[in-house]
């Protein structure tokens, strides 16, 4: 019901920045949260920064300081601003569009953006 298209990965130098957009359509009233994952090659994929229906982040420790999650309801949009960027960094980040509870919608993904922070 919700789908989600992603933009802004790309190729970066260490100490860059890059703004990550997801665009949302669909049933957008039924979304509880919003979240931005990561996945390495070989690794698991991993939370980087949620943000809730009512204004409320949360950030993993390794981006604390210099990942900003934000909303612009007017456009359905959630973005992932990152700054300082390290090559451990680099992961393809997936978009994340999480349920009100007790609903019994499915979890909504994005198809996922490379991000590649050079050294």
């Known amino acids: 019901q919700v789908q989600l298209v992603e933009s802004g990965g790309g190729l970066v130098q260490a100490g860059g920045s890059l703004r990550l957009s997801c665009a949302a359509s669909?049933?957008?009233?039924?979304?509880?949260?919003w979240g931005w994952y990561r996945q390495a090659p070989g690794k698991q994929r991993e939370m980087v920064a949620t943000?809730?229906?009512?204004?409320?982040?949360r950030y993993a420790d390794s981006v604390k300081g210099r990942f900003t999650i934000s909303r612009d309801s007017a456009r359905n949009t959630v973005y992932l601003q990152m700054s300082a960027l390290k090559p451990e960094d680099t992961a393809v980040y997936y978009c994340n569009a999480e349920p009100l509870p007790g609903l019994d919608d499915p979890d909504s993904w994005g198809q996922g953006t490379q991000v590649t922070v050079s050294s």
């Open positions: 669909g049933s957008i009233f039924s979304i509880g949260a």
């Open positions: 943000i809730t229906s009512s204004g409320g982040t």
